[in-house]
């Protein structure tokens, strides 16, 4: 069982920038692929980054070369750097893992999920 607890979400104005943390037990992390999704009101939930177990990264066409996607195995940590937001990246952001490899675009591929953390950005 695995259970991961998302920080750092906040309010940010446009153009700034914020980085989230989600914080995972368990002795295996190293061996996830880990992804991050968002959802706001009325939509569906997104792909927004992945980073696999040999550290490929993989990001949705909306956040590429704003958004960086990192894991600090030694913490059991993933991060999601945020720059230049948009009033529209304006969510609750998922992390979630799995263990292996993945369709990490696809969140019905993931098998654990944290609670979320609010993330605005005021224009």
């Known amino acids: 069982q695995v259970q991961l607890v998302e920080s750092g979400g906040g309010l940010v104005q446009a153009g700034g920038s914020l980085r989230v943390s989600c914080a995972a037990s368990?002795?295996?992390?190293?061996?996830?692929?880990l992804g991050w999704f968002r959802q706001s009101p009325g939509k569906e939930r997104e792909f927004v980054a992945a980073?696999?177990?040999?550290?490929?990264?993989f990001y949705a066409d909306s956040v590429k070369g704003r958004f960086t996607i990192s894991r600090d195995n030694a913490k059991n940590t993933v991060y999601l750097q945020m720059n230049s937001l948009k009033p529209e990246d304006t969510a609750v952001y998922y992390c979630a893992a799995v263990y292996g490899w993945t369709t990490y675009w696809a969140g019905s591929a993931y098998k654990y999920w944290g609670q979320g953390t609010q993330v605005t950005v005021s224009s």
């Open positions: 980073i696999s177990h040999s550290d490929g990264t």
């Open positions: 368990g002795r295996t992390f190293s061996s996830y692929t």
